[in-house]
């Protein structure tokens, strides 16, 4: 595991991120030309390397490489608005470099949309429609995840996108892991289902890596378009010289199993609690540690590291958190431990990247058998890798490997296999998949335009309608009993002006919207009706688009976006700014999605709906109607352009209409309707009642827990932010698993600098809390009494938070002195007691058991600071350079022993004789030879002095004397004198920055080796 005082990222900063290959096929199979080059837009929230994300951002990037390396033209939009990072551009760069041209959706420009908008999901899958409305793509792919799709699909459906076809990949809808994460909808998650689903069955194709996804989908009432199982693809396979023609795990051993990495985000549907419940069972059966990799999130409202840590608190090992780490940090992590199992024990999976990952990575893993899990692995290694998603089944599943190992598990996966078939697919859609053309018919369509005084309106109205591209027109308009002479003077004016076959006008009672439209209805004889208010224009192509949206895409009814003007302003300075879906849902009862009255219906089915209902002064007759229409199962949608322009005036129907009544409309024809009860509707109308009963048993549940505020601070924070983590590092640290929190703590800089305080908290009360292990499990003291060297590091500092002079300590019984001590700069202390005192708190410290007798601790010189263990074990007392020692506040973070063996010094005359000394350092400080002349020797205690090997040490070395450092392990050398071939003695700090050294302090170092000075 990793060391407290170090972030793991230094660690992995060193690291060579490769796999170990076995048989190899030469990835130019994988990058072969295609046959003919399209273009392709790939749209999706995800990709890997520039955003964060799971197995979509991995699919789509393995995509968009495999494309790019075969020669077709490849862009990619990313709609996560996160995307506009430094770090995001400089990864662009390299992804164009490659052949992959990235965009921002946030920073592509729609001058018809209202800037300033809040930008949900529905307005993205808007303005991506408007995007590929104006660019041409031979064939664009979409995930379904929110429904990103939805206008895009409506556009070609209808003939507006005749060239473009459009892939869906199936990697798991919004419903289907809300359901089986048992969340709670709200209305908007209602409306995104429902554009997921659309989305599908208007796609050309839908592809999807697994069977399981496609026949989840059937069942759950989508209707598939033409579709087909095919696997995707990992940038890992692209992005190396070779791929393995197997993919294989690397086996484990009997008894080799160290660690359990639990891979996946903190969900219920990820099956963390089934993870805990099996770690649990484990204890005491099997020493492991546990490493949590993936985003953090809550369980009943409860912080699942604040879950995992009330499970586990009495667990022997080790309880690593990894929240934020990308996939590649995540694989570079897991590469590094040779001990691991992965398990991913999902409760429910589509066709896990994980898995997939593991097997290229030759990882070995445990996963549940669920979903399309097991289409990736052989039938012979099934047994071996897939477990029952049950927490007893899955410890004794790890018990099992623990003690009697685990073999290669095999992938059915085949690379170059899977990016042929992508490439055949997309070629076989080209070729197969007609362009849509929008139909020719032209049948009548009458317009209903109602009125009421409101005669300038009505004529511009009326102007703007008779100006339509479409020819084929009849316009019925409904004055609803308009008082005023001079009103109907210019209705007059307008029958003589456009009268005849083509435009009539009919007069009749105040008997408001509902009632007027159904009266212009029954004298229309169109194939279609398009309803049209008075205060709208509109747009020229207005009723040639409806109509040819329709045919072509079999709509009986189309609502339209629309530009929005006030009363204030200039028709032509409206903007798009309310986005319908054209759709119905469950999220119909509550809120009108489908778009506004001007819309196109099918006459036929207007009358089998049985029109507007009509009620005197009550608004939301359209709303109404479009919700019977959408129970009666009407084929319903939105034309993605802005076809007219709708006047927002302060004055109109809907600014006077009375909410009470509008409201009751609905709730009236709901009664009448009698709608199945769905559970999505259910679900929703006991949302809050079901959260606040979850939130009262967690709540509650806290009451006779230790530390309960601190874990209902938790509650109130999301799950991976700063304020999350700084009570976490709190709760573990008052658990008593010291080692956890001060690796969780270190994972974060604003965590890191409440660490200390914590820390030095802790330590001024240890009286009130002598159960705390401040040593026992952090430095772990080796009970061998024979240990004669330990390496100590740590910080102490004064109350004045001013550097303390260590001089000895007690381990043990054992009374060991310090022979060399490096102070270490601690901003990490320093920031976080607001720079008080001197950030050079921390040490280094070599210490050698000692036959001298302990210092007086009744003099003024060293005083004793007591660190202790539990139950009295590992206690370690530090004898300080000073006279208050219980004021002093600190913390010691690794403790390790060293082998000694003394040796005699290299005899050699100080200035006229050359050694040569070559230092070979392995990665076990134990393990460090000398070769001195031609003798060979160990080489680790000789005296009072050290250096530390991460230093390049290549400007030391000549032909005579040559120091040679093989990794990065901290080498001491006591009483030692290392001679350069000048002669020249080479001090600690001279070997420490060589380079740096000023002339006054090369003279000093050479008068020292003059006198007889030791380098030391």
């Known amino acids: 595991m990793f060391g407290s005082t170090h972030p793991l990222e230094k660690t992995l900063s060193r690291l060579d991120f490769g796999w170990q290959l076995r048989k190899t096929r030469a990835t130019q199979q994988l990058l072969t030309r295609a046959s003919r080059e399209m273009h392709f837009c790939l749209i999706t929230e995800e990709f890997q390397g520039l955003t964060w994300g799971g197995g979509i951002g991995v699919c789509f990037a393995g995509l968009a490489k495999s494309l790019a390396?075969?020669?077709?033209?490849?862009?990619?939009?990313?709609?996560?608005?996160?995307?506009?990072?430094?770090?995001?551009?400089?990864?662009?760069?390299?992804?164009?470099?490659?052949?992959?041209?990235?965009?921002?959706?946030?920073?592509?420009?729609?001058?018809?949309?209202?800037?300033?908008?809040?930008?949900?999901?529905?307005?993205?899958?808007?303005?991506?429609?408007?995007?590929?409305?104006?660019?041409?793509?031979?064939?664009?792919?979409?995930?379904?995840?929110?429904?990103?799709?939805?206008?895009?699909?409506?556009?070609?459906?209808?003939?507006?996108?005749?060239?473009?076809?459009?892939?869906?990949?199936?990697?798991?809808?919004?419903?289907?892991?809300?359901?089986?994460?048992?969340?709670?909808?709200?209305?908007?998650?209602?409306?995104?289902?429902?554009?997921?689903?659309?989305?599908?069955?208007?796609?050309?194709?839908?592809a999807s890596p697994s069977q399981y996804m496609l026949d989840w989908y059937a069942e759950n009432g989508v209707k598939l378009p033409a579709n087909g199982l095919i696997n995707w693809l990992l940038p890992r396979w692209l992005e190396k010289t070779e791929t393995p023609v197997e993919l294989t795990t690397r086996p484990i051993a009997p008894?080799?199993?160290?660690?359990?990495?639990?891979?996946?985000?903190?969900?219920?549907?990820?099956?963390?609690?089934?993870?805990?419940?099996?770690?649990?069972?484990?204890?005491?059966?099997?020493?492991?540690?546990?490493?949590?990799?993936?985003?953090?999130?809550?369980?009943?409202?409860?912080?699942?590291?604040?879950?995992?840590?009330?499970?586990?608190?009495?667990?022997?090992?080790?309880?690593?958190?990894?929240?934020?780490?990308?996939?590649?940090?995540?694989?570079?992590?897991?590469?590094?431990?040779?001990?691991?199992?992965?398990?991913?024990?999902?409760?429910?999976?589509?066709?896990?990247?994980?898995?997939?990952?593991?097997?290229?990575?030759?990882?070995?893993?445990?996963?549940?058998?669920?979903?399309?899990?097991?289409?990736?692995?052989?039938?012979?290694?099934?047994?071996?890798?897939?477990?029952?998603?049950?927490?007893?089944?899955?410890?004794?599943?790890?018990?099992?490997?623990?003690?009697?190992?685990?073999?290669?598990?095999?992938?059915?996966?085949?690379?170059?296999?899977?990016?042929?078939?992508?490439?055949?697919?997309?070629?076989?859609?080209?070729?197969?998949?007609?362009?849509?053309?929008?139909?020719?018919?032209?049948?009548?369509?009458?317009?209903?335009?109602?009125?009421?005084?409101?005669?300038?309106?009505?004529?511009?109205?009326?102007?703007?309608?008779?100006?339509?591209?479409?020819?084929?027109?009849?316009?019925?308009?409904?004055?609803?009993?308009?008082?005023?002479s001079t009103t109907q003077a210019r209705l007059d004016e307008l029958e003589t002006k456009y009268g005849g076959e083509r435009f009539r006008v009919i007069r009749s009672a105040n008997r408001y919207l509902g009632a007027a439209r159904n009266l212009g209805a029954s004298h229309a004889r169109g194939t279609y009706l398009m309803f049209h208010d008075d205060d709208n224009i509109a747009e020229p192509q207005e009723v040639e688009t409806f109509v040819k949206a329709a045919l072509t895409g079999g709509f009986e009814i189309l609502t339209a976006q629309s530009f929005i003007f006030f009363d204030h302003d200039h028709p032509e300075l409206g903007k798009i700014e309310y986005f319908p879906i054209g759709i119905g849902g469950d999220f119909s009862f509550f809120r009108n999605r489908f778009g506004d009255a001007n819309a196109l219906i099918l006459k036929e089915t207007f009358d089998r709906v049985g029109g507007f209902s009509e009620h005197y002064g009550v608004g939301w007759e359209d709303w109404e109607f479009f919700l019977r229409a959408h129970v009666h199962g009407a084929r319903m949608g939105i034309v993605p352009v802005a076809l007219f322009r709708y006047f927002a005036s302060g004055t109109g129907m809907l600014a006077s209409g009375l909410p009470r009544l509008n409201n009751f409309r609905i709730f009236d024809a709901v009664r009448h309707m009698k709608p199945v009860l769905s559970a999505d509707l259910l679900q929703l109308a006991r949302r809050d009642e079901v959260g606040q009963q979850i939130l009262d048993r967690t709540w509650w549940g806290f009451e006779k827990m230790e530390f309960r505020d601190i874990h209902r601070k938790i509650m109130g924070f999301e799950p991976n932010s700063d304020d999350a983590l700084i009570l976490l590092v709190e709760l573990a640290f008052n658990l008593g698993r010291i080692d956890d929190a001060v690796a969780l703590g270190m994972t974060k800089t604003a965590a890191r600098r409440e660490l200390a305080k914590i820390v030095s908290a802790s330590v001024l009360n240890r009286a009130v809390r002598p159960r705390m292990p401040y040593i026992a499990e952090h430095c772990d003291v080796p009970e061998d009494d024979d240990?004669?060297?330990?390496?100590?590091?740590?910080?102490?500092?004064?109350?004045?938070?001013?550097?303390?002079?260590?001089?000895?300590?007690?381990?043990?019984?054992?009374?060991?002195?310090?022979?060399?001590?490096?102070?270490?700069?601690?901003?990490?202390?320093?920031?976080?007691?607001?720079?008080?005192?001197?950030?050079?708190?921390?040490?280094?410290?070599?210490?050698?058991?000692?036959?001298?007798?302990?210092?007086?601790?009744?003099?003024?010189?060293?005083?004793?600071?007591?660190?202790?263990?539990?139950?009295?074990?590992?206690?370690?007392?530090?004898?300080?350079?000073?006279?208050?020692?219980?004021?002093?506040?600190?913390?010691?973070?690794?403790?390790?022993?060293?082998?000694?063996?003394?040796?005699?010094?290299?005899?050699?005359?100080?200035?006229?004789?050359?050694?040569?000394?070559?230092?070979?350092?392995?990665?076990?400080?134990?393990?460090?030879?000398?070769?001195?002349?031609?003798?060979?020797?160990?080489?680790?205690?000789?005296?009072?002095?050290?250096?530390?090997?991460?230093?390049?040490?290549?400007?030391?070395?000549?032909?005579?004397?040559?120091?040679?450092?093989?990794?990065?392990?901290?080498?001491?050398?006591?009483?030692?004198?290392?001679?350069?071939?000048r002669g020249d003695v080479l001090s600690e700090r001279a070997l420490a920055s060589h380079a740096d050294i000023s002339p006054t302090d090369r003279e000093n170092e050479r008068n020292r080796a003059d006198t007889g000075v030791s380098a030391a």
């Open 255 to 484: 008894g080799q199993l160290k660690e359990l990495i639990f891979f996946g985000r903190h969900e219920p549907r990820k099956g963390i609690e089934i993870f805990v419940e099996a770690v649990k069972r484990l204890s005491g059966k099997v020493d492991l540690d546990i490493t949590f990799l993936g985003r953090f999130d809550m369980i009943d409202r409860e912080n699942s590291v604040s879950y995992i840590l009330r499970h586990l608190r009495d667990f022997p090992g080790r309880l690593t958190f990894l929240g934020d780490y990308t996939q590649d940090r995540a694989h570079r992590l897991m590469l590094q431990r040779p001990d691991a199992l992965c398990v991913m024990p999902s409760l429910i999976e589509n066709s896990p990247c994980t898995v997939g990952e593991a097997l290229t990575l030759g990882l070995p893993f445990l996963a549940s058998d669920v979903g399309g899990t097991h289409e990736l692995i052989r039938n012979e290694s099934r047994d071996d890798a897939l477990v029952k998603p049950v927490a007893s089944a899955l410890a004794e599943k790890i018990l099992k490997i623990a003690e009697h190992g685990q073999p290669a598990v095999s992938a059915a996966l085949d690379p170059v296999q899977i990016a042929d078939r992508w490439e055949k697919l997309h070629a076989d859609l080209q070729a197969t998949i007609p362009a849509r053309v929008a139909a020719d018919d032209k049948p009548l369509v009458s317009i209903i335009v109602t009125h009421y005084e409101r005669p300038d309106l009505v004529t511009r109205a009326v102007e703007h309608l008779f100006a339509q591209t479409y020819e084929n027109i009849e316009i019925i308009l409904v004055d609803d009993g308009s008082p005023r």
């Open 69 to 206: 390396s075969r020669g077709h033209k490849v862009d990619v939009v990313i709609t996560n608005d996160a995307s506009v990072s430094q770090s995001f551009k400089q990864m662009s760069a390299s992804l164009k470099d490659q052949g992959i041209i990235v965009r921002s959706l946030i920073e592509i420009k729609n001058d018809d949309i209202k800037p300033g908008l809040h930008r949900d999901h529905i307005l993205k899958s808007f303005e991506i429609s408007q995007f590929l409305l104006n660019n041409h793509y031979d064939c664009v792919h979409f995930h379904e995840y929110l429904g990103l799709g939805l206008y895009t699909t409506m556009a070609r459906h209808q003939g507006l996108l005749p060239n473009t076809i459009v892939v869906t990949q199936t990697h798991g809808s919004t419903e289907w892991v809300r359901r089986h994460n048992m969340f709670l909808p709200d209305i908007s998650i209602l409306e995104i289902e429902g554009m997921e689903r659309r989305q599908i069955e208007q796609s050309d194709f839908v």
């Open 787 to 981: 240990i004669d060297a330990y390496r100590l590091s740590g910080w102490i500092a004064g109350p004045d938070m001013l550097p303390v002079q260590i001089v000895g300590a007690t381990i043990g019984d054992t009374y060991f002195r310090v022979v060399s001590l490096k102070e270490v700069v601690r901003y990490d202390v320093y920031e976080a007691y607001e720079r008080c005192g001197l950030p050079n708190v921390g040490f280094d410290a070599y210490l050698l058991a000692s036959e001298q007798p302990m210092p007086d601790t009744d003099g003024v010189g060293a005083q004793r600071m007591n660190f202790h263990g539990e139950n009295g074990k590992g206690d370690i007392t530090l004898y300080l350079q000073h006279d208050n020692p219980a004021a002093c506040v600190g913390w010691l973070e690794a403790l390790s022993d060293l082998a000694v063996c003394h040796i005699d010094r290299p005899n050699a005359p100080a200035r006229s004789a050359t050694a040569r000394l070559e230092i070979c350092v392995s990665n076990n400080p134990k393990d460090i030879v000398a070769l001195i002349g031609a003798r060979s020797m160990p080489l680790v205690a000789m005296g009072d002095g050290y250096f530390d090997a991460n230093v390049d040490m290549t400007s030391l070395s000549t032909d005579d004397a040559v120091i040679r450092l093989l990794s990065p392990t901290r080498l001491f050398i006591l009483d030692a004198v290392i001679y350069h071939a």
